[in-house]
């Protein structure tokens, strides 16, 4: 029990000691002007008396004695939290010119991403326009929308060496591709098929095709006819010159099928454009129609 005691007749005197010092120093300060070596004196006058007043209320509630006769703190309370200088100093490190700039930078690749995003989001959606006054690309989409909506297949074909440089100098290369694709399909029995396409050239100098339809229940002919329209391809490429799946995001591949479609035109001595046959005209009315 002595031992408490005497620990806290202790803290009282150091808290005395300081309480005069601190008056004291206060009195000089407030006897001159506020210089900035003053103001500064001020601030640690300040934190010092803060300091004794925790001390003091330390002592206050240490005087306190509990059932058994010892000093005990009901309270408990916590003392002040020092400064964090791991803040300060992150706070600094990201007002730095270099770190400045990163983060501008990232705002501004955020917001071109977003741009893009939604740029991205009105292409492949369903256009709003009605049939009537829809361009070609919006009627493209439509189409494009109206074969996934029947289960449609999606392609893409390679073309010969021949039939590449045929293309190229033809005044209407679209119009020849397609009289020769309707030509095959006419022989495997499947004249009015709906499809729709675009031809492309590849930043390798490749022409090709991209283009979607909705086939019958039977596919063979349809492989038979797209290949034969893109000539005979001899080699290891003839086993890639086909790709034909079931169409997933008919508004999105409708956009693919035409993303370059100005080097196409460049390329070609004949105007390039987007095809819909009849009959997938005729779906794609109908589909615009649907949704109003």
């Known amino acids: 029990m002595k031992k408490y005691h005497d620990l806290a007749e202790r803290a009282r005197s150091a808290a005395r000691l300081r309480r005069r010092n601190d008056a004291a120093l206060m009195k000089q300060i407030s006897g001159d002007l506020p210089t900035q070596a003053e103001l500064e004196a001020g601030k640690t006058a300040e934190n010092s008396d803060a300091e004794d007043g925790a001390y003091s209320h330390e002592n206050k509630v240490l005087s306190e004695t509990g059932s058994d006769g010892c000093l005990v703190n009901p309270h408990n309370t916590p003392s002040a939290p020092t400064p964090d200088t791991h803040t300060s100093r992150l706070r600094d490190l990201l007002n730095t010119p270099d770190v400045q700039s990163r983060i501008k930078a990232g705002e501004t690749q955020r917001k071109r991403d977003e741009t893009r995003k939604a740029t991205m989001q009105r292409r492949v959606a369903v256009p709003t326009t009605a049939w009537k006054t829809a361009s070609q690309d919006e009627k493209f989409r439509f189409a494009g929308h109206a074969t996934e909506r029947a289960d449609g297949l999606a392609f893409s074909l390679n073309l010969s060496e ?10 209407d290369p679209l119009r020849a591709f397609t009289d020769t694709l309707n030509r095959e399909l006419k ?5 009015g098929m709906p499809y729709a396409l675009a031809l492309e050239e590849s930043s390798k100098d ?17 492989r038979r006819a797209l290949r034969a329209a893109g000539g005979a391809i001899i080699g290891k490429a003839s086993g890639r010159q086909l790709t034909l799946k079931t169409l997933s995001g008919g508004g999105g591949w409708a956009f693919y099928c035409q993303k370059d479609q100005s080097r ?29």
Do not use: W, Y
């Open 264 to 292: 196409t035109d460049e390329a070609l001595a004949g105007d390039v454009r987007l095809f819909l046959n009849r009959a997938m005209t005729q779906a794609a009315r109908e589909f615009s129609r649907s949704i109003r």
């Open 206 to 222: 490749k022409l090709h095709v991209h283009g979607f339809l909705i086939p019958p229940a039977e596919r063979d002919g349809v």
């Open 162 to 171: 021949k039939t590449q440089n045929k293309l190229r100098r033809h005044r």
């Open 187 to 191: 022989m495997q029995g499947l004249s």
